[in-house]
């Protein structure tokens, strides 16, 4: 097993749950207190269905968008030499190599 590997996991874990699992809980619990119908009438409003159908068109477009531009410069960082392409293959891989914000 690698040193420090179940330290990092543990991190990891609860990282996880204070920034996930903890929230949805929460939110589980918050609408299980008002109640089924109370819940339905919240979730069946037109502003909320409007605001949760926002969301979700923008995510699909996002995705569009990330597809399209980015098999575009995966493309051309592959295929191609020129002048600063190690920067921009630098600044790509910059956030998998920065720690996660706290």
Do not use: H
Not at 33 to 53: C, D, H, K, M, R
Not at 78 to 85: I, K, L, N, T
Request: aromatic letters at 12%.
């Amino acid at each position: 097993m690698l040193p420090g590997f179940k330290l990092s996991l543990g991190l990891t874990v609860l990282c996880l749950s204070l920034l996930v699992v903890l929230p949805f809980a929460m939110m589980a619990v918050k609408a299980g207190e008002i109640g089924w119908t109370a819940f339905w009438q919240t979730i069946s409003e037109p502003n909320v269905l409007a605001a949760v159908w926002l969301s979700l068109k923008m995510s699909f477009y996002a995705m569009l968008t990330n597809i399209v531009f980015g098999t575009l410069v995966a493309w051309v960082l592959v295929r191609y030499e020129f002048p600063g392409r190690n920067l921009a293959n630098a600044l790509v891989d910059l956030p998998f190599a920065l720690p996660p914000p706290p």
